[in-house]
């Protein structure tokens, strides 16, 4: 089972509201993700979490804030979005290869977020 | 990480094998290929991926140069399903987490 589950799958927000999304899996998966992908655009990476702590943040906007509640959990936090940030946000986990120390990643359905 | 590049669009009939190239000249030794597609609207599949061997599963066969700086994923049998967005990723060599996605190919399959 590679299945990556992102709730919800639409989500339409005022530039004054908080909202979360939300990104679980249950495949013992050590590493999650979040991309952003404007639209015909390729995904471009935003956090990376290894372990439950934040190993990567892109130069991401503090307006978006990552969390990692557990092992399978990853939130995401808006808060005062623009616009522009109206997007499809992927969630993606990976485990390590122990032959190869590879990460295959894999993803999840995505939430539209469209920002009003 | 080494860039890829693909061609911007190809087309394919139904039941024939689709060959998808991807230059990747810069690659270096600890560096591997990847391959994701992204059917519209939802989020990137995995597909293959490799070192310096070919490598085959239910989904695809992918074929890497021996000099590693291009490779070609090949799908047998083709079917409508299966127009999506291809990307050829570079990934590894300390960058483990990281996979930049280039522009892709967009695969139409015609029936």
């Known amino acids: 089972d590679t299945e990556v589950t992102q709730t919800p799958k639409h989500l339409v927000m005022g530039m004054t509201n908080k909202k979360s999304l939300k990104c679980e899996q249950h495949?013992?998966?050590?590493?999650m993700y979040w991309y952003k992908q404007k639209a015909k655009k390729p995904p471009e990476l935003m956090f990376v979490?290894?372990?439950?702590?934040?190993?990567i943040n892109e130069s991401v906007p503090s307006r978006f804030s990552p969390e990692c509640p557990n092992s399978s959990l990853l939130n995401l936090h808006l808060h005062a979005l623009q616009p522009e940030d109206s997007a499809l946000y992927l969630c993606?986990?990976?485990?390590?290869?122990?032959?190869?120390?590879?990460?295959?990643?894999?993803f999840g359905p995505g939430t539209r977020l469209l920002v009003l | 990480d080494a860039k890829t590049t693909q061609p911007p669009s190809m087309d394919c009939a139904e039941g024939r094998a689709a060959n998808l190239p991807c230059n990747h000249s810069t690659i270096s030794g600890n560096e591997y290929v990847y391959w994701y597609r992204q059917i519209h609207s939802q989020g990137p599949q995995y597909i293959i991926h490799g070192l310096k061997n070919n490598e085959t599963n239910e989904m695809a066969s992918l074929i890497i140069t021996e000099d590693r700086k291009s490779s070609t994923l090949i799908l047998p049998h083709a079917t409508l399903r299966d127009t999506a967005v291809y990307y050829c990723i570079v990934s590894g060599g300390g960058s483990n987490y990281k996979l930049t996605f280039g522009k892709g190919t967009l695969l139409t399959v015609n029936p």
């Open positions: 495949m013992g998966h050590r590493a």
């Open positions: 993606a986990s990976s485990d390590r290869d122990r032959g190869t120390k590879q990460e295959t990643q894999y």
């Open positions: 979490y290894s372990y439950e702590k934040l190993s």
